[in-house]
């Protein structure tokens, strides 16, 4: 069985930064790539990044481009989301998830995690 779990979320004021982790397990997750989605109440999940399964290949919502960086540590079965110059706005939940290619689209995602709240404050 395929599992995803996230860390890393929590309280920052705007401008700080945060660091996420999604700790894989279930499946070769080197094989997979892996994308992170997030959600704010009454709101669709939306995309915000994701990387294919050797990490050469990455793509960002343009909400977050030149703010967050996705990387993964295939040893480690991890994939990151360093987040720097946090806006009020990038508060949500935040879902890492797997799929068999890079997508911006959330349906191509075969597993999620149960996501890490960040909350940043004004």
């Known amino acids: 069985q395929v599992q995803l779990v996230e860390s890393g979320g929590g309280l920052v004021q705007a401008g700080g930064s945060l660091r996420l982790s999604c700790a894989a397990s279930g499946r070769t997750f080197s094989r997979h790539a892996m994308g992170w989605f997030r959600q704010t109440p009454g709101e669709e999940r939306e995309f915000v990044a994701t990387?294919?399964?050797?990490?050469?290949?990455?793509y960002y919502a343009d909400s977050v481009k030149g703010r967050f960086t996705i990387s993964r540590d295939n040893a480690k079965n991890t994939v990151y989301l360093q987040m720097n110059s946090l806006k009020p706005e990038d508060t949500a939940l935040y879902y890492c998830?797997?799929?068999?290619?890079?997508?911006?689209?959330?349906?191509?995602?075969?597993?999620w995690g149960q996501g890490t709240q960040v909350t940043v404050s004004s």
């Open positions: 990387i294919s399964w050797s990490g050469g290949t990455t």
């Open positions: 998830a797997t799929g068999d290619s890079v997508s911006r689209i959330r349906m191509n995602y075969e597993y």
